[in-house]
Structure formats: C-alpha cells, structure tokens
C-alpha cells in the first residue's frame, strides 16, 4: 500500500506494531492481571506496550494528540493517536492467540487510518478511508452477504448470553472486540455484535468500514457517532456492525435482555 498522501506513514505504524508484538511474546511467561478502576483487567504488559508505542508517537510526530487504554492522553493537535496496546487482554493472560495490538488515527475528530496487529497468528488488518488489506491482500468489497449461508456466524463477546437474546443459530467469541470488527470488514465474518466498547476497541477499522460496505450501529438501529466516543467514553449502547445488505435483519434478530444493567463506565 502507498502511504504517499498520507501526513502519518502507515507503513512505519506497520513496523511499530510489529515490534510491541515481539516485546508482548517475549514476556508471556508473566500473565498476572490486575483489575482497574472498570474492573477490566490489566497486566505489566499492557503498560509496557503502550509505553514503547506512546516513545515511537512522541519521536516521530511531536505535538500529536494521544488517547491510551491505559490512561495517557494528550490533547492539541489535529491529528489524535488511539491506541490499545493489548486488545483481549483476557485472551492474552490466558495464553489464547486472539489478541491483538491497536493504533488508530483520527483527523479533526475523523477516522483517518488504522492497523491492528495480532502477534501470534500474524495477522494484521489495515487501512484508510480509500483501501485496507489483510496482511497483504488488498480487501475485496463484496456487494452483499448470505446471511442464511451455513458458513455465517455472528462474533460475539463471551458473556452475550447474559446481555442478549438472539434467534441467530451460530455464535462464536474470539476474545477480541477488535478482531470480531476486522473480520466482520475483512469478510471473514458475518457480523459483530459488541458491548458498550470504548473508541480504542474500534479506532483501527474505523477508516475503512464504509469502504467495505460495513455498518455500524447501535442496537436501536441508530447510526455509529464517533463523537460519543472521544474523550473515552463507553459507547452509549451496544453495537452491531455487518455489510449493509444485512443489517436490518439482524437487528431484527437481537434483542438485549431487559432488566439485565450494562455499566461499564
């Protein structure tokens, strides 16, 4: 991919993932979690990460705008780095290989490009608002979905049961809310179904989801704003996310379970 009209070099974002991916499996033998403020766990790792790609940020473009799962901000520019440095930490602590590692770019407020690294099975999904690859396939948008093909799953968080109800038969739950929206984009699944995430969860697929005909709604059916989401905040309700031929349908086959509080924040 050329990154020639691009103010931030995707392809030097590629190399900086690559190496925090390398710094995570070389410290695996120590998976100790911590659980903050949200009761979301945290390992050393996680710090460690975000701490070596905050460094790359700091050196390579002075004056940028920074959002950090864990904590660091930084606020002034036009461009705003997003970043996760372990997306399903759970996942990760348990010795799982879907997790993954996140820098988004937004510009004035804007998706602007993203990649999202996954060290153990060496994935990485990448893109702008104009093209996006799997590793080094560019994607391919397809025109519309099969959502009765016996190959279509829905992606899933590992407790939907206590949150959700749905008539859809095949459900599957990675680890990584990151993942599950890449795959959905990428076409390797159907649609995602997630919690109230944070702009970090979502930030590196952002840039290119109307390019792959992806939408991304909340589950009343009322389109994605990222501006609910800048300053960190949980997202207001859950999400769905599928190609636009299918939206419709599965938003008329989930349902959150009343009575059932979702307080993440």
């Known amino acids: 991919m050329s990154s020639a009209k691009l103010t931030v070099d995707i392809n030097l974002i590629l190399n900086w993932v690559t190496d925090a991916g390398q710094i995570a499996l070389s410290q695996t033998a120590d998976r100790s979690v911590d659980l903050k403020e949200d009761l979301t766990p945290v390992t050393a790792i996680d710090k460690q990460v975000e701490a070596f790609l905050l460094e790359k940020i700091a050196r390579h473009y002075p004056g940028h705008s920074v959002l950090a799962e864990e904590g660091s901000a930084r606020s002034g520019s036009d461009f705003t780095w997003i970043i996760d440095p372990i997306d399903g930490t759970r996942a990760f602590a348990s010795g799982l290989p879907i997790w993954g590692i996140s820098i988004g770019v937004l510009h004035l407020g804007e998706p602007y490009a993203g990649v999202f690294y996954m060290p153990v099975t060496g994935d990485v ?59 959905v984009a990428h076409g390797l699944a159907t649609a995602t179904v997630t919690r109230r995430l944070r702009i970090w969860d979502l930030a590196p697929v952002l840039p290119y989801l109307g390019f792959s005909e992806t939408r991304l709604v909340y589950l009343n059916g009322e389109n994605f704003q990222i501006g609910d989401l800048l300053h960190g905040e949980a997202a207001p309700q859950p999400l769905v996310a599928a190609h636009a031929s299918i939206i419709d349908q599965l938003l008329n086959c989930i349902h959150a379970n009343p009575g059932v509080s979702d307080n993440r924040d």
């Open 125 to 183: 999904f990448w893109g702008t608002k104009t093209e996006a690859f799997h590793n080094d396939r560019p994607l391919k948008v397809q025109d519309a979905v099969d959502l009765h093909s016996p190959l279509a799953f829905i992606a899933v968080p590992s407790n939907f049961h206590r949150y959700f109800d749905t008539s859809f038969p095949r459900l599957r739950s990675f680890g990584s809310a990151t993942a599950h929206l890449a795959y």
